[in-house]
């Protein structure tokens, strides 16, 4: 079946200093999506990318999704405290009814 | 606020037991998903309804069931309980059935002893 893997598992950064985070599915995405879950809470959507080589920034933060729809990523320009939690990708599986997430990347600021 | 209500919030049962977990979906929302968080396994699908048919299923065990009434708030029930089923369960809505954005709710914590 559909797998989305992400990278890093976790990331541990300074406060100020940059972050990003990859995705990449084992097959062609119709869209992703990326949501972010903070310590204790559920997760929150934050965009979804549609065309290939799309870029969308929010912010600090910049999504992309590549030529080939197989892979995404998020950048995160000096980061805050604020920016904790975990970072999911999600892509719809092959019947395009189910997001498969990614396991997410666990991002810690130290101020 | 999601507008996504779940309940219980938390809930401590003991292995063998039978649990109902609730979910409210946001208003307008027609469809409903249910997802399984563990440390391990990340966040698992279990299954989507939308309009109250039954669209998606993911690896949801025989001893899970979910419906969703006509009304649109959805349950799903866990049963035979072991250790294992310990976990935050998610609800999450959407407007469509698919390629949608999803709105989660604050999750039920249940806690098997």
């Known amino acids: 079946g559909q797998q989305v893997m992400q990278i890093p598992q976790y990331q541990h950064v300074q406060e100020g200093e940059d972050f990003t985070t990859y995705c990449n599915s084992s097959t062609t995405l119709s869209n992703i999506q990326w949501y972010k879950q903070r310590p204790g809470g559920h997760p929150v959507f934050l965009i979804q990318?549609?065309?290939?080589?799309e870029v969308k920034k929010q912010k600090r933060l910049t999504f992309q999704f590549g030529e080939a729809k197989k892979n995404s990523s998020l950048h995160i320009t000096a980061t805050q405290t604020t920016d904790v939690g975990t970072y999911f990708c999600a892509g719809p599986g092959g019947s395009n009814y189910k997001l498969t997430f990614g396991k997410g990347t666990l991002l810690t600021v130290n101020p | 606020d999601s507008g996504v209500t779940q309940t219980p919030k938390h809930l401590i049962t003991a292995t063998g037991q039978r649990v109902t977990l609730r979910c409210s979906p946001r208003s307008g929302d027609l469809s409903v998903y249910w997802y399984q968080q563990s440390l391990d396994q990340g966040l698992q699908f279990l299954i989507q309804y939308y309009n109250g048919e039954e669209r998606a299923k993911g690896n949801i065990l025989e001893r899970f069931s979910a419906q969703q009434f006509p009304d649109l708030h959805s349950e799903l029930n866990l049963s035979s309980l072991e250790l294992g089923d310990s976990a935050l369960y998610f609800c999450?809505?959407?407007?469509?059935?698919?390629?949608?954005?999803?709105?989660f709710g604050d999750g039920t914590r249940l806690s098997i002893l």
């Open positions: 990318l549609v065309k290939s080589g």
């Open positions: 999450a809505s959407s407007v469509g059935d698919r390629d949608q954005p999803q709105h």
